[in-house]
């Protein structure tokens, strides 16, 4: 089956250092893959997408390219800002099986400090 | 437009109680799902929708019943709520795959306590 494994946190950076998050697959086929970030106290929101190899996501800053050799869909952003400090979710969606369904992996928080 | 939307925000029940969860969605969306968020464990599938009428299993369905009797509304129900129901609920919609993908939209969720 689909799954998707992120690098465990929290992950505390300073204002303005570089960040990497880390996102590998498992899947059939070529799926499209996405990251999506949830702030406190609120639902998840798409950050940024993919959907065929060697695409590059980006959004705000961040960017993730979809690495089909490595199976991996690593998220970057050169400066990070408090305001970035949340929960970061990678996901997968299958080409296979009907509903359009995510799988998501366990999701990795990010805090930014002054 | 308020996206999605859930009802209630939060709720505390005692083990055996039950209990039903609102979505609602003013997007015309086909497509609806029920997450659970726990920690360390990321967001599962319970149940979703992919038109009125319509339900399947998703990841973790036991303990939980859906309906989708109309296409803006998709409820969760627990019928005699356990300790290992707690958990934060999202609600999502979206539109049927027209190419490689689609976004799906996420509600602000439900955090659900069952002493």
């Known amino acids: 089956g689909n799954s998707v494994t992120q690098m465990e946190g929290p992950v505390t950076l300073s204002e303005e250092a570089f960040l990497t998050i880390n996102c590998t697959y498992t899947a059939t086929g070529y799926p499209s893959l996405f990251w999506y970030v949830q702030y406190p106290g609120e639902g998840l929101q798409l950050l940024l997408k993919?959907?065929?190899?060697?695409d590059k996501g980006s959004n705000k800053g961040f960017e993730a390219t979809y690495r089909k050799e490595t199976t991996s869909f690593h998220l970057e952003k050169g400066s990070v800002q408090v305001s970035d400090s949340a929960v970061y979710f990678c996901?997968?969606?299958?080409?296979?099986?009907?509903?359009?369904?995510?799988?998501f992996g366990t999701g990795t928080q990010l805090k930014v400090e002054l | 437009n308020a996206g999605v939307t859930q009802t209630p925000k939060f709720r505390v029940l005692k083990t055996g109680q039950s209990m039903t969860l609102l979505c609602a969605q003013d997007?015309?969306?086909?497509?609806m799902y029920w997450y659970r968020q726990d920690p360390g464990m990321g967001l599962r599938l319970i149940h979703y929708?992919?038109?009125?009428?319509?339900?399947a299993k998703g990841e973790v369905p036991d303990g939980y019943n859906v309906s989708r009797l109309k296409k803006q509304n998709f409820l969760l129900g627990l019928e005699s709520a356990a300790p290992s129901q707690t958990s934060v609920y999202f609600c999502?919609?979206?539109?049927?795959?027209?190419?490689?993908?689609?976004?799906?939209?996420f509600g602000p969720g439900t955090r659900l306590t069952v002493l």
């Open positions: 929708s992919v038109g009125e009428g319509t339900t």
């Open positions: 993919a959907t065929k190899a060697d």
């Open positions: 999502a919609s979206s539109p049927p795959r027209e190419g490689l993908y689609n976004e799906q939209f």
């Open positions: 997007m015309n969306h086909e497509y």
């Open positions: 996901a997968l969606m299958g080409l296979t099986g009907g509903g359009n369904k995510l799988t």
